[in-house]
């Protein structure tokens, strides 16, 4: 089965920074891969969607790449905010049938 | 619109006891997820519905979970009997047959084992 990899370590970063996140699988690349957002004692949120045949997609401060040859999405937050203090999930899909998360990375800005 | 709504949002049971969690997804979606997101891990598919039709339940452990979604709008997960590892959140997600992209995600369930 396919596994991703986060880093578990949390990502500690000063406001006004750009954090990245690092997502990265095995086996065979998935048709889309997914960035959500977990905040404790909540749901995850959906952010944004990259399908295998796009490099690069972006929605306002954030921004997410694909790389199939290295098996690797990257996931941006351009000049961070604590209030983007948070874990971050990825999740690929193949038809949206089945989902797989990784474990993700705790992002922690500081004023 | 409404979010998923879940219930109850914590419950602590004694091993080999039952429990049950209900799920309410957002009107009109006919797509209905189960997951399993233990403490510090990343959230497991356990049941996939369509309306009231299972399009997977691979990962679900079936002697002692059990999942249905009669008349294609709310759903039930039920253990029994539960073990200690089933100590995790229980989470619902919905998303709709035109925009499978995105799930939308209840608060989810908390469950102690003891």
């Known amino acids: 089965s396919q596994k991703i990899e986060q880093n578990s370590e949390a990502l500690n970063i000063q406001e006004g920074k750009t954090a990245t996140l690092t997502c990265n699988y095995t086996?065979?690349?998935?048709?889309?891969l997914q960035w959500y957002r977990q905040d404790p004692g909540r749901g995850p949120v959906f952010l944004l969607l990259i399908r295998e045949n796009e490099k690069e997609k972006r929605k306002e401060r954030l921004k997410v790449t694909f790389d199939t040859t290295l098996k690797q999405s990257l996931f941006h937050i351009t000049a961070s905010q604590p209030a983007d203090s948070a874990t971050y999930l990825c999740?690929?899909?193949?038809?949206?049938?089945?989902?797989?998360f990784g474990s993700g990375t705790k992002l922690n800005v500081k004023p | 619109e409404a979010g998923v709504a879940q219930s109850p949002r914590y419950k602590i049971i004694e091993k080999r006891q039952s429990v049950a969690f209900w799920c309410n997804p957002i009107s009109g979606h006919a797509t209905l997820y189960w997951y399993q997101q233990i403490l510090g891990q990343g959230p497991k598919l356990l049941i996939q519905f369509q309306n009231n039709g299972v399009v997977d339940d691979s990962q679900l452990p079936k002697d002692r979970f059990s999942a249905e979604r009669l008349k294609g709008v709310d759903s039930t997960l039920k253990i029994q009997p539960a073990k200690l590892e089933d100590s995790a959140v229980y989470l619902c997600?919905?998303?709709?047959?035109?925009?499978?992209?995105?799930?939308?995600f209840g608060p989810g369930t908390r469950l102690l084992v003891l």
């Open positions: 999740a690929l899909t193949y038809n949206f049938n089945k989902f797989y």
């Open positions: 086996n065979y690349s998935p048709a889309y």
């Open positions: 997600a919905s998303s709709s047959t035109g925009n499978k992209e995105t799930q939308y």
